[in-house]
């Protein structure tokens, strides 16, 4: 079982960026795919974005041109960078890494809060 460990949420005023960080255990997760996932209040878990073992990268049509996803496999790290952010990004964050995306270790959260 990986342990996904996530960082670097909080509070930003709309238009702002965050850089969410998740360090994973264990140096097999290179064969992983990694990925990020949100959920509002009141609504499903949505996939933010995610990439492959082989680093192809995807991001939700909605969120495309704002956020870029990348992994560094040397330190079994994930990143969302989050640019000009809006109140509607607003929910919590999670990690995921598998076999396939969506599938796997979950980490805890963290909150992304996006003022207007």
């Known amino acids: 079982q990986v342990q996904l460990v996530e960082s670097g949420g909080g509070w930003v005023q709309a238009g702002g960026s965050l850089r969410l960080s998740c360090a994973a255990s264990g140096s097999i997760v290179r064969l992983y795919a990694m990925g990020w996932y949100r959920q509002a209040p009141g609504k499903e878990r949505e996939l933010v974005a995610f990439?492959?073992?082989?680093?192809?990268?995807n991001v939700a049509d909605s969120d495309k041109g704002r956020f870029t996803i990348s992994r560094d496999n040397a330190k079994s790290t994930v990143y969302l960078q989050m640019n000009s952010l809006k109140p509607e990004d607003t929910a919590v964050y999670y990690c995921?890494?598998?076999?396939?995306?969506?599938?796997?270790?979950w980490g805890q959260g963290t909150q992304v809060t996006v003022s207007s």
């Open positions: 990439v492959t073992r082989g680093g192809t990268t």
């Open positions: 995921n890494a598998g076999l396939t995306i969506g599938t796997g270790s």
